[in-house]
């Protein structure tokens, strides 16, 4: 009797101790998925979040009101330009040079931010596209300066339309406190950018602190 006792007793000890195994195993296996997905949500958060302050950068680096002579003639020109026609030319070149990080920072972030979604939803994306179509205003408004710079271009665009846009491209081309960390209370295109970027760290900085 004792025997038979001590033999069924080791075999639902081993039951037990296999459920209990498998318990721990699966609330190990539980573990690591949370912890496996906070290493994920903070890489990809940490990715939009820098991406984010390099398209600031990038806007600084094209709204600096100063733009000097090796800036504008450090091209190539065509033979047979006049003076003039250089000028115009590098300074457009130029544009397109500053442009770089700001179009490669932005280009990234369309497609880093998918994965935002995938973990997270649309509601990044909205907040992103938000922030991304604050910084179109700069892309519209550095193409009207360049056309109006020239006879040519103004006409094309209308004496009334010049007028009225004329003192909103200034406000939005030319930073006007370069190299400051600080927003000049002054310039609200630096502001708007500013209240946007600060809408994208109140949803990423939890992701970044799991």
Do not use: C
Request: aromatic letters at 12%.
């Amino acid at each position: 009797m004792l025997f038979e006792f001590i033999r069924e007793f080791l075999s639902y000890s081993s039951i037990l101790v296999g459920i209990a195994g498998l318990y721990v195993a699966w609330q190990g296996l539980s573990v690591w998925k949370k912890q496996l997905r906070g290493n994920v949500e903070y890489e990809v958060a940490r990715k939009i979040l820098l991406l984010t302050y390099k398209i600031r950068r990038g806007v600084e680096v094209v709204r600096s009101p100063f733009m000097s002579v090796y800036e504008m003639y450090d091209f190539v020109f065509p033979d047979g330009l006049s003076e003039k026609e250089k000028e115009e030319t590098g300074i457009r070149k130029a544009y397109a040079k500053r442009y770089e990080l700001l179009n490669k920072s932005r280009d990234q972030l369309l497609v880093d931010i998918l994965e935002g979604e995938v973990l997270w939803g649309k509601e990044i994306r909205k907040i992103i596209y938000e922030y991304l179509g604050v910084i179109k205003k700069l892309d519209l408004a550095i193409s009207d300066h360049l056309q109006m710079r020239s006879e040519e271009g103004r006409f094309q665009m209308g004496e009334d339309y010049v007028k009225e846009r004329q003192k909103e491209v200034q406000s939005l081309i030319y930073d006007f406190s370069p190299n400051s960390i600080e927003v000049h209370p002054d310039d609200g295109f630096a502001i708007e950018i500013d209240n946007k970027i600060n809408e994208i760290e109140s949803y990423l900085k939890p992701h970044l602190h799991k």
